[in-house]
């Protein structure tokens, strides 16, 4: 796992919107894992930026979402497929019908779970997985309590993360979904190269937990340090509580230009 401390989220952003770009020109076709939510936005603005200056195109590529509000109606604008239509995929030469999220409406949610595994498995797999981190250490919406061998299911949301997330519901508690979607921790365990993104002092505990602390389903993102090729890139606050951060400042410093992330 590489821990990368970066001054600010725009940094963070050109840094994996870098790694998405030479994924891209070395394989046009690539699968791509894509988190919702804040974390990502300033990625998600820098790739349509290098796309709009004819830098990258995403038309041979494919992308796959994390997870989904379960019952959240087909025209919700918080439905997590419009979401990133919002932020990445409608602003880029991406064909909707190559962009693909569970189904939050499935009236069968375990034959809905296995069909999304199956589609990621179809198309050959994720090549680069985006992330974000909840303030509880979840990754995808795999809750503390998460196995760490899950696929893609049901799961329950914390009252926390509904809290953290009722900005995007006016503020209304009670209008954000109790059930999601999501992949679980073994299939973004099945990605290539894992890209986690992290800013402000909320994450501070979190990255402090899937970085450094004991790997334990009490921070789900702590699995992570069984994967061989994890980017965590992090703002100053995110960093706050790292105790090795002085290492880490100093390993990416040194690294050879050839050697990327
Ligand atoms: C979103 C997702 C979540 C978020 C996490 C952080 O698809 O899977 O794990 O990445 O809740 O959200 P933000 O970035 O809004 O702080």
């Known amino acids: 796992m590489e821990i990368v401390i970066l001054p600010d989220a725009e940094a963070i952003g050109r840094l994996a919107a870098d790694q998405i770009c030479a994924l891209l020109d070395r394989k046009p076709d690539a699968v791509l894992g894509l988190a919702t939510g804040s974390s990502p936005l300033p990625t998600y603005d820098e790739l349509v930026r290098r796309h709009d200056a004819g830098q990258v195109s995403f038309a041979g590529a494919r992308a796959f979402t994390l997870d989904e509000y379960v019952g959240l109606a087909a025209d919700h604008p918080?439905?997590?497929?419009?979401?990133?239509?919002?932020?990445?995929?409608?602003?880029?030469?991406?064909?909707?019908?190559?962009?693909a999220g569970p189904d939050g409406l499935a009236a069968d949610v375990p034959a809905a779970c296995a069909a999304y595994e199956q589609a990621i498995a179809d198309a050959g797999g994720v090549d680069l997985q985006i992330l974000g981190i909840g303030t509880d250490g979840h990754i995808g919406f795999n809750e503390p309590g998460s196995s760490l061998?899950?696929?893609?299911?049901?799961?329950?949301?914390?009252?926390?993360?509904?809290?953290?997330?009722?900005?995007?519901?006016?503020?209304?508690?009670?209008?954000?979904?109790?059930?999601?979607?999501?992949?679980?921790?073994?299939?973004?365990?099945?990605?290539?190269?894992?890209?986690?993104?992290?800013?402000?002092?909320?994450?501070?505990?979190?990255?402090?937990?899937?970085?450094?602390?004991?790997?334990?389903?009490?921070?789900?993102?702590?699995?992570?340090?069984?994967?061989?090729?994890?980017?965590?890139?992090?703002?100053?606050?995110?960093?706050?509580?790292?105790?090795?951060?002085?290492?880490?400042?100093?390993?990416?410093?040194?690294?050879?230009?050839?050697?990327?992330?």
């Open 78 to 99: 918080e439905r997590y497929l419009h979401v990133i239509e919002r932020e990445l995929t409608g602003r880029v030469d991406l064909d909707p019908s190559r962009v």
């Open 149 to 261: 061998a899950s696929r893609t299911r049901i799961k329950t949301l914390t009252r926390q993360t509904r809290l953290d997330n009722a900005r995007f519901f006016g503020d209304d508690l009670e209008a954000v979904p109790t059930h999601c979607l999501t992949q679980g921790l073994a299939t973004i365990m099945s990605a290539r190269h894992v890209v986690l993104v992290a800013t402000g002092q909320g994450k501070a505990q979190a990255v402090h937990q899937l970085a450094e602390g004991a790997v334990s389903a009490m921070w789900p993102a702590s699995v992570l340090q069984h994967h061989p090729h994890v980017s965590v890139l992090v703002d100053e606050a995110a960093a706050s509580r790292l105790q090795l951060a002085g290492y880490y400042r100093e390993t990416y410093l040194a690294k050879p230009s050839w050697q990327g992330l």
